[in-house]
Each structure stands twice: as C-alpha cells, then as structure tokens.
C-alpha cells in the first residue's frame, strides 16, 4: 500500500492538478450563470450609474426659489433640461436628472400653490452621480470569481447580458459493492446504498453536473473497468467503496488497467486515508477519478477533502482555504494524520458531533462541518481551528 501524503500537501496537489486541465470557458445567459465560475473579468459596460440619477421624489429645482414648475421626468425617460434659473421639473425617483438642476427637493418638504413649488432643499447631494458605483470598463471581478445572485444582478446592471465561465463540470458517479441494496431494509448481509444518494447532491452543490450514476456495480475487476471506460464522457469521475486491498477490492487494478496516474493514493487523515484521485488522459482530455473510501462518513471527508479543492482548479477558481472557528469542546487527534472531526454549530460555538464513526452518517446528518485538527495536535476549548463546511 502506498504511504499516505500529509492531507494539506494532498489538497494542493489535486487543486494544481484540476488547475493544470482547468475546462474551457464558455459563454452563457446571465440566467444559466448561477454557480459557475468567471473565466474572464468582470467589466461594466457602462458608467454605473449610467446617467445621474433621482435618488428621491420631489423636485429638480435650478438657482433659488420659489420655482415655477417646467415639466415632469419619470423613471425611463430622457429627462430635458432645466434652461432656466427659477424653474422646477417634477422627478421620480430612479428618473434622470435634467442638465442644469442645482438641487432636488423632497416632495414631502415642499409646497406647491398656483404652479409655483417652494421649499429648502436639503444640503446633502440627493442624486447619484454616473460613474458613482462603477467606471464604464472598469474591472469589478477577477477571472476565478465565483457567480452568485449578486453578481448576476451586477452584471445585468452593467449592461451585460451573458458571462463568460468556466464549463460547468461534468460528474459521473460509480457506486461499487455487491452487499448495496437500492431500496427495501438491510439484512442477512445486505445494506442499503447510502452514497448513491448522498453524492449526486454534494456534487451538485459543488457546481458539477451529475451525468452520469451507475451501482452498484458488480465486485469485478472487468465491471470496474467497464464501468470506469463507460463514465469517460465525464470531466471528473467518482467512485465509491472499493479503495482498500481486500479481496473484492479492484479499484487499484482497474486505474492500472486504465492507465490511470495518481495524483494522490492515500492521505494521512481520519477518517477516509484510502482516498485517491488519479488522473485517465485519452487524447487531448484529461478524466479525473476520485476514489472515495467506501465507508459513508469516510466518503464524504474525501469528498471535502479532496474533491473540493480538484473542483475548484478544474473551474478556475480559487484554492479553497479552511477557516477558522472556535471549538466549545475538546476534540481528540488522531497521532500522525489529521483529524477531520464532525461538528455543529450552536450560535458561534462549535461542539463536536456523536455517532462520527466512519460508517456512520447520523452524526453528519446533523453536523454543519468538519474541524481539522493537524497530526500531533488536538482541539481545545476556547481555542482556534481550521473549519471546512459542508457543501
Ligand atoms: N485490513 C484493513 N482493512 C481495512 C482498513 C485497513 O486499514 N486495513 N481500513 C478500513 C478503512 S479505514 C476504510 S475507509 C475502508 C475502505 O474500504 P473501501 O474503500 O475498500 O470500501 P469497501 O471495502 O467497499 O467498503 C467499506 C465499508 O463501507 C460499506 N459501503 C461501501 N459502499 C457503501 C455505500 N455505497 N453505502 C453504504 N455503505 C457502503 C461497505 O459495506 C463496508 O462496510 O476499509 C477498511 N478496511
Ligand atoms: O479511514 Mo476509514 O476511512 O476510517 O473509515
């Protein structure tokens, strides 16, 4: 068995690998733009905003009053000019401002009697200015920016109507195992699939595409390998269970059999060190194949573990970095590995979860994240670790 890498040293790994054969970008409607990644800047079209803006109801005045009043301007028209000193253009709020307005006059602080408007405007500037939020052209957002529903409202008021993004990944899930049932009650050796159905959605959430699932797939190395062959139209292969070297284990044989090169085989962490991600290179493509353990709460730790940061440079995005939180209980370390252990959080404390064993999902069904407790260490009330969240 291969000695396994120290976990940080393995997410980089996989992130330099995903980086290396990052996928091509394409150019998508703002309305399919959810989730991806950009693959160009993000630069507004247009001053932001693009003429000056009423931030009120009330009256656009010119010089002193009181103000003979000269016209109306509503949101969406080309507001004329105010040419003379002493008149006044009723404005709505949103409505470009007439050249020549001086100031704008709330409704509510104003009186108007005989087609005359008076008031004391208020000394603070009650329009915005074009260029106020954003210069036409100007750089908003870098390539590797992740699209959110902000950013596609920022660039629909930017004046643009399509992004350019990484391609969404393509995932395919393999699920292997003889003893998975996919429905009715475990017995007599059987149990339920518990992963097919977890990791479709944790993929999904990570931005990929589930094209593809199939198990469980019979405990043979030719089902392996054409199972494996047959998922090749996907960017980013998962496999469940079968990572060990126990006698129905053919996870390693079959990427040998494939060709396959790892990037990583093993990692010094706890739960799931038989994680790998290996890489199947037909023609100008580049397949990766994240092996995750079989074991459902070790599965998922290398999903977060190693999964996440392949994603993220598959995508073009940034390397993903833990973040701090601070632990409410003590959390033991697992000697030479990194502990990933199970937590949820009560307001802005964090407690280690129960029933965490490796095959167990209870505890995570309940937990918010993971705590990264580094080898030789633990985790100690009051003080700081690492926080990975799940998708
Ligand atoms: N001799 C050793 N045996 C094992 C070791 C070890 O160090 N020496 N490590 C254990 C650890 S840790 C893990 S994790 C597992 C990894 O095993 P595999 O990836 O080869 O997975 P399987 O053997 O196929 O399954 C392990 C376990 O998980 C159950 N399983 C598998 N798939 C599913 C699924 N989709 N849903 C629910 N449960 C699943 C399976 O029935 C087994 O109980 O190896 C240990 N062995
Ligand atoms: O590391 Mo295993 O993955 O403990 O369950």
């Known amino acids: 068995m291969s000695h396994p890498i120290d976990w940080r040293e393995a997410r980089k790994l996989v992130y330099a690998a995903g980086r290396s054969a990052q996928l091509p970008k394409v150019v998508v409607p703002l309305s399919e733009a959810d989730g991806r990644v950009l693959a160009e800047p993000l630069r507004s079209r247009t001053h932001l905003p693009a003429f000056p803006t009423s931030s009120i109801d009330g009256w656009a005045v010119r010089a002193a009053g009181p103000w003979r009043i000269a016209g109306r301007v509503l949101a969406g028209q080309e507001a004329p000019a105010l040419n003379e000193d002493g008149t006044a253009m009723e404005i709505a709020t949103g409505a470009m401002v007439p050249a020549g307005t001086t100031a704008i006059l709330r409704v509510e602080e ?19 200015e074009p ?26 008021a930017c004046g643009l ?21 996919t429905e009715g009650q475990a017995g007599a050796g059987r149990i339920r699939d518990a992963l097919g159905p977890v990791m479709p959605s944790y993929l999904e959430r990570l931005g990929a595409q589930c094209v593809h699932r199939v198990g469980p797939i ?6 392996h390998v054409s199972a494996i062959e047959e998922a090749l139209e996907a960017d980013l292969i998962c496999t469940t269970g079968g990572t060990m070297h126990g006698p129905v284990d053919h996870l390693h044989p079959a990427l040998a059999r494939l060709g396959a090169k790892y990037v990583v085989n093993t990692v010094a962490v706890r739960p799931g060190f038989p994680m790998l991600v290996a890489a199947i290179t037909r023609g100008e493509r580049t397949v990766f194949l994240a092996g995750l353990p079989g074991n459902p709460q070790s599965a998922v730790v290398a999903l977060v573990s190693l999964v996440v940061p392949l994603l993220a440079g598959m ?17 033991p ?38 705590a990264v407790i580094p080898p030789h260490s633990q985790g100690l009330p009051d003080h700081q670790v690492d ?3 799940l998708p």
């Open 387 to 389: 926080y990975l969240e």
């Open 161 to 181: 109507d399509e992004l350019s993004v990484t391609r969404q990944p393509r995932a395919a899930l393999l699920v292997f195992g003889d003893e998975l049932l």
């Open 315 to 331: 995508t073009g995005a940034d390397e993903p970095t833990p973040h701090p939180i601070t632990l409410a209980a003590p959390v």
């Open 218 to 223: 019979e405990d043979t190395l030719d089902a």
């Open 333 to 370: 370390g697992r000697g030479d590995y990194t502990h990933l252990a199970l937590v949820r959080r009560q307001h802005d404390s964090w407690f280690p979860a129960v029933h965490v064993g490796s095959s167990m999902l209870r505890g995570l069904a309940g937990a918010s994240g993971f």
């Open 131 to 156: 260029g106020e939020e954003a210069q036409a052209q100007e750089e908003l957002f870098a390539a590797g920016t992740p699209v959110t529903p902000g950013l596609i409202g920022l660039a629909a």
């Open 110 to 128: 104003s009186t108007e009697r005989d087609g005359l408007v008076s008031g004391e405007p208020r000394s603070t500037k009650e329009w915005r």
